[in-house]
């Protein structure tokens, strides 16, 4: 099954999921870092959310990295510190706009590692939010960036696991 972005959908996400942290780069992640306060499981989507949280110190336990940001190519420095010497190396497919079956399965498969878990995404990460939050534990802490405002902090709680399966049902359903 692959779920697929609706335009209508589309506007929707455009609006923060959870806490947004205006900024960008390391003083933005330092706020974002300090307001954690140890969450089960902190799970990184995007590439230079990713670079700047492993800067701040802070190696997540899942993070989703695809080697582009805004459509681009990230420069060597945020490829390079994506990767960590502790992180599960795993790969996906996963077109742009849409969340397939195989990336929800690696991630939910995966949530429970007790070693940290890269996974490297052919296409696209964005819409990755979703899953974490519905395989984080509660109490987790899922952070993205949101394009030229910040980065956004999604604590999962069984409200926004409902929230989330909402957005996934409002999503178009396509056989692989």
């Known amino acids: 099954m692959i779920y697929k972005l609706t335009p209508a959908l589309r506007d929707d996400l455009k609006t923060p999921f959870g806490t947004l942290y205006p ?21 990184s989507i995007g590439d230079v959310t990713t670079f700047y949280l492993i800067k701040a110190g802070v190696v997540p336990d899942m993070c ?22 502790t992180f599960k190396e795993l790969r996906v497919s996963n077109p742009a706009g849409v969340v397939t079956q195989a990336l929800m399965d ?23 939010v979703i ?12 952070i993205y960036g949101q394009p030229n405002e910040g980065v956004v902090v999604v604590r999962v709680t069984e409200e926004k696991r409902k929230e989330t399966k909402a957005l996934l049902d409002k999503m178009e359903r396509v056989d692989e």
């Open 131 to 142: 899953p974490a939050c519905l395989y984080a534990p509660i109490g987790s802490a899922v």
């Open 106 to 128: 690696l991630i939910k498969d995966n949530m429970s590692s007790t070693e940290p878990v890269r996974i490297f995404v052919d296409g696209e990460e964005d819409l990755a």
């Open 64 to 85: 989703l990295v695809d080697d582009q940001t805004m459509r681009l190519p990230v420069d060597h420095e945020v490829r390079k510190g994506t990767s960590h010497h």
């Open 23 to 43: 900024g960008k780069g390391e003083s933005c992640l330092a706020k974002v870092v300090k307001a954690l306060d140890k969450p089960p499981k902190i799970i």
